[in-house]
């Protein structure tokens, strides 16, 4: 009887966490979908590739991104992501 309840107990949690990971990645393409709308870079982003994806951001965001220095923040995440994931391989440290 208690197997019984820890398999049931076992689904429902799973069955929840998927409804809950569904419902966010909805949620996430929703909001991403209303930003890019609503900024007009997407409307044929289909098929386009990057470049053209590129090609498509208005002169007023590139600014934002320059002036967000949105580049040098991905570079010091990318470098402290890799920084972490080679620490963590060292056996006395990690």
């Known amino acids: 009887m208690l197997t019984q309840f820890a398999e049931w107990l076992s689904g429902a949690l799973e069955s ?4 809950v990971l569904s419902g966010l990645l909805s949620a ?3 909001a991403l979908e209303t930003v890019f709308g609503l900024c007009g870079t ?3 982003f289909t ?7 590129f090609g498509q951001i208005t002169s007023y965001i590139w600014w934002f ?3 967000a220095q949105i580049g040098f923040g991905i570079s010091v995440v990318a470098s402290a992501y890799g ?8 056996p006395f440290i990690g």
């Not at 929840?16 to 409804?19: G, I």
């Not at 098929?47 to 994806?53: E, K």
């Open 47 to 53: 098929g386009a590739g990057v470049g053209a994806a």
């Open 16 to 19: 929840f966490a998927v409804w």
């Open 28 to 30: 996430v393409a929703g």
């Open 42 to 44: 997407c409307q044929s």
């Open 83 to 90: 920084l972490r994931f080679i620490i963590r391989r060292l």
């Open 65 to 67: 991104l320059g002036f």
